[in-house]
C-alpha cells in the first residue's frame, strides 16, 4: 500500500513536470508596423483633469479616439471643418473637426459634477453652513489657445440663494 502512494505521488509529480516544457511558439510582431497614431493627444493633454469624474473622461476620449476620426469618410469631397456632438446622460460635448479628423474646437457642458477640492474649499471658505444645490462644468477648448474650464456653482441656505462662478484653481471670474 505504501509502495502504491509512493508511486502515484511520483506518477503524478513526473506528469506536472513535463507539462511545462518550452516548445511553444509564441508569435513575434514587428512593432515599426504597428505605429498608432494619436491625433488628439493635444486636446486630451489640454482638458484632461485627474479630479474630473468617470463620465466625463470617458467622453472625452471618445471625442479624442480613433472612433471619431472615421466620421471624415462619410463625404470625402467635404473639405471644410465638420461637427459631432457627443452626449451623455450627465452633459455633451460639441466638437470640430477639420478634414484631417484633428480636433479644431469644443465646448463641453457638464451637470452635477464632484467639485475638485480647490473649488469646493473655496465655495464653502466663507459660506459654511450653506448647502450645495447644482454644478456645472464648462471647458472650452481652441488649438492652439488656452483652455477655459470654468465651474458654476449654486448653493443654498433656506431660502436664500448665491451662484459662484470660478475657475478650476478655486478663484472667482
Do not use: C
Not at 21 to 30: A, C, K, L, Q
Not at 85 to 94: D, R, V, Y
Not at 119 to 130: D, G, I, Q
Not at 136 to 156: A, N, T
Amino acid at each position: 500500500m505504501k509502495n502504491l502512494i509512493i508511486g502515484l505521488a511520483v506518477l503524478g509529480l513526473t506528469n506536472l513536470a513535463f507539462s511545462q516544457g518550452s516548445n511553444v511558439d509564441t508569435p513575434r510582431y514587428d512593432l515599426e508596423k504597428f505605429n498608432p497614431i494619436m491625433v488628439n493627444g493635444t486636446y486630451l493633454d489640454e482638458v484632461y483633469d485627474q479630479s474630473m469624474a468617470d463620465h466625463i473622461r470617458s467622453l472625452e476620449y471618445k471625442v479624442a479616439g480613433p472612433g471619431s476620426q472615421s466620421f471624415k469618410k462619410l463625404d470625402k469631397k467635404v473639405n471644410k471643418p465638420y461637427e459631432i456632438l457627443f452626449k451623455s446622460n450627465k452633459g455633451s460635448i460639441h466638437a470640430t473637426y477639420d478634414k484631417s479628423g484633428q480636433i479644431i474646437a469644443t465646448l463641453e457642458r457638464f451637470e452635477d459634477v464632484k467639485l475638485p477640492d480647490a473649488v469646493r474649499n473655496a465655495v464653502f471658505k466663507n459660506h459654511s453652513k450653506w448647502i450645495l444645490f447644482k454644478t456645472d462644468y464648462f471647458v472650452s477648448y481652441e488649438l492652439g489657445k488656452k483652455v477655459k474650464k470654468e465651474y458654476k456653482v449654486q448653493i443654498r441656505n433656506g431660502k436664500s440663494k448665491k451662484t459662484f462662478r470660478l475657475n478650476s484653481d478655486g478663484n472667482k471670474i
